[in-house]
Nanobody
Framework: QVQLVESGGELVQAGGSLRLSCAAS????????MGWFRQAPGKEREFVSA????????YYADSVKGRFTISRDNAKNTVYLQMNRLKPEDTAVYYC???????????????????WGQGTQVTVSS
């Protein structure tokens, strides 16, 4: 059983920055591709970013490309999402997820992920 715990979400002004963290336990972190997804009020959950097991491949939604950066520290069993130049439309609950398929790549698809965290709220004020 893999446990994922997100942190770092808070209220921030537009143009500001936040770094989200997702700490994993209960498994072999280096075996998992990791993803970040978000869900805004009244909307479906959507892909934000993903990173492969060794960090060789990273992917971003078009809406965050150039503003967000995903990274991971396999020694700390943690994946990060650095979010810069935040916009009010970035307001959402952000979830991290683990893909246990032991692939060299990472997926944009929710269905590829086996474990999910509880989420952390990011609110961007205008």
């Amino acid at each position: 059983q893999v446990q994922l715990v997100e942190s770092g979400g808070e209220l921030v002004q537009a143009g500001g920055s936040l770094r989200l963290s997702c700490a994993a336990s209960g498994g072999i972190f280096i075996n998992y591709a990791m993803g970040w997804f978000r869900q805004a009020p009244g909307k479906e959950r959507e892909f934000v970013s993903a990173i492969s097991r060794l960090g060789s491949y990273t992917y971003y939604a078009d809406s965050v490309k150039g503003r967000f950066t995903i990274s991971r520290d396999n020694a700390k069993n943690t994946v990060y999402l650095q979010m810069n130049r935040l916009k009010p439309e970035d307001t959402a609950v952000y979830y991290c997820a683990a893909d246990l398929r032991f692939s060299h790549d990472a997926s944009r698809e929710e269905s590829a992920y086996d474990y999910w965290g509880q989420g952390t709220q990011v609110t961007v004020s205008s």
